[in-house]
């Protein structure tokens, strides 16, 4: 799946800003620094918002397209915040020949968000991945760390109510 920038304002507190400040002093001045700031910036925010891609590429002397293409690059890296309900939809191959597409759509329909997106209340975020290990189960989604196995897309509004409330 495409990475997507966020699309919810970015906060960040005063501890966090002095964190990341720190974290680029202390590697500006190494090479290759761009992957362990990345690494520390998302430790601290949780994810990678375009104003601290810009502040690490200013702080280290690379381009913001270095900076943004590291990120971007690496699974690892996520540029969206996560929900303090997060969904990971399998779009594997047994999952998608059993329907997880349609799953993956109803999540879609019921919570207005796409694949790499989160909430505007913070309260979910989703990703679409490539395979969780339970093939078995297919068609499979997590919310958290919960599995849920042989879905069908009208399995999903039950699920969702069971973390809105």
């Known amino acids: 799946m495409q990475k997507r920038i966020s699309n919810l304002p970015f906060h960040d507190t005063p501890e966090q800003a002095q964190k990341l400040d720190a974290v680029i002093e202390s590697l500006k001045d190494q090479p290759g620094a761009?992957?362990?700031?990345?690494?520390?910036?998302?430790d601290i925010y949780g994810y990678l918002p375009i104003?601290?891609?810009?502040?690490?590429?200013k702080g280290?002397?690379?381009s913001l397209e270095e900076v943004y293409?590291?990120?971007?690059?690496?699974s690892q890296f996520a540029l969206t915040p996560k929900g303090r309900n997060h969904i990971s939809v399998c779009l594997g191959t047994a999952c998608y020949v059993k329907g997880a597409d349609k799953v993956l759509e109803?999540?879609?329909e019921k919570l207005g968000i796409q694949p790499e997106e989160c909430t505007e209340d913070g309260a979910f975020s989703l990703t679409?991945?490539?395979c969780i290990g339970a093939c078995g189960l297919a068609p499979v989604m997590t919310v958290n760390?919960?599995?849920?196995?042989?879905?069908?897309?009208?399995?999903v509004d039950s699920i969702l109510a069971q973390y809105m409330a």
Do not use: N, W
């Open 69 to 74: 293409g590291v990120s971007t690059f690496y």
């Open 34 to 42: 761009v992957m362990p700031a990345l690494h520390q910036a998302q």
């Open 60 to 62: 280290l002397g690379v």
């Open 145 to 155: 760390d919960e599995v849920y196995g042989r879905l069908v897309p009208e399995d």
């Open 128 to 130: 679409a991945c490539r």
């Open 51 to 57: 104003e601290v891609q810009e502040k690490i590429a």
């Open 106 to 108: 109803r999540i879609t």
